[in-house]
């Protein structure tokens, strides 16, 4: 009888530790279980090998669980660090006034960081440039490329001043850089605040809209360009 309920005693302490065991760490009488798997009678020997069988598969889940919460916690804080980038890039007040000319915006990412994006800066004291897009894709890449598009199109307009012209230039000079294989949609329009013309290019954006006579939004702008990066 002993030798029955002695293996089955040591099972039934296993057991009992088994169920508040920190499995990154050897339970205290694991070694003990182990040698009972050599024992002969078969019932006892399938208990006990079902035991170490569980405890193997429920350390090596636990292992991959912690793995995966540090890659995930690590991608939230680059994701963390990459939105508050890309917020600093885009204008910090939603409604900007320019001489007769009221500047109004409102963006939300759908993910932590987006690739939507929109800028506008005045030129010379007399040209409201607006630009509004979208990087094709999501995430850190999408608002690293968009930060790029836009300093190249500030950087473009201050010796180029026709939006054709400007998004030529920065489609030719994106797409030489352009590793990543992705595409960019813009609308670029130029302001002359002084005489109220507007000029505009669209590189496969959304139509914009214009409020006409009659207080009805049209839409304008439907010659389509190709997209930046191709």
């Known amino acids: 009888i002993r030798r029955i ?14 169920s508040g065991h920190n499995f990154l760490q050897l339970l205290p009488n694991g070694d003990a279980i182990k040698r009972l798997a050599g024992y002969r009678q078969p019932e006892v020997k ?6 170490i069988k569980l405890e193997t598969d429920l350390t090596t889940n636990l292992v991959k669980l912690e793995t995966s919460l540090k890659t995930q916690e690590k991608l939230q804080s680059e994701l963390s660090i990459a939105a508050e980038i890309q917020a600093s ?5 939603t409604h ?8 109004t915006h409102f963006i939300k990412p759908a ?3 987006g690739g939507d994006f929109v800028d506008y800066f005045v030129l010379h004291h007399r040209f409201l440039v607006n630009m509004v897009g979208d990087v094709s ?3 850190v890449s999408a608002a690293m490329i968009m930060a790029t598009v836009i300093t190249m199109i500030r950087s473009t307009a ?26 960019v949609t813009v609308f670029l329009s130029v302001l002359d605040m002084h005489t109220g013309e507007l000029r505009y290019a669209n590189a496969g954006h959304n139509y914009p809209y214009r409020n006409n006579a009659t207080r009805h939004w049209v839409p ?3 010659e389509l360009d190709l997209v930046l990066g191709i």
């Open 89 to 93: 890039l885009l204008p910090t007040h």
């Open 5 to 18: 309920t002695r293996p089955l005693l040591a099972i039934t302490q296993y057991a009992k530790d088994l």
């Open 111 to 113: 993910r932590d960081v």
């Open 46 to 51: 399938a208990l006990v090998d079902s035991f």
């Open 220 to 222: 304008f702008g439907q």
């Open 137 to 139: 894709g999501k995430g």
């Open 158 to 183: 201050q010796s180029v001043a026709s939006p054709s012209e400007i998004l030529t230039i920065v489609n030719q000079e994106f797409s030489r850089r352009n590793v990543n294989e992705l595409f």
């Open 96 to 103: 900007s006034t320019y001489d007769s000319a009221l500047v």
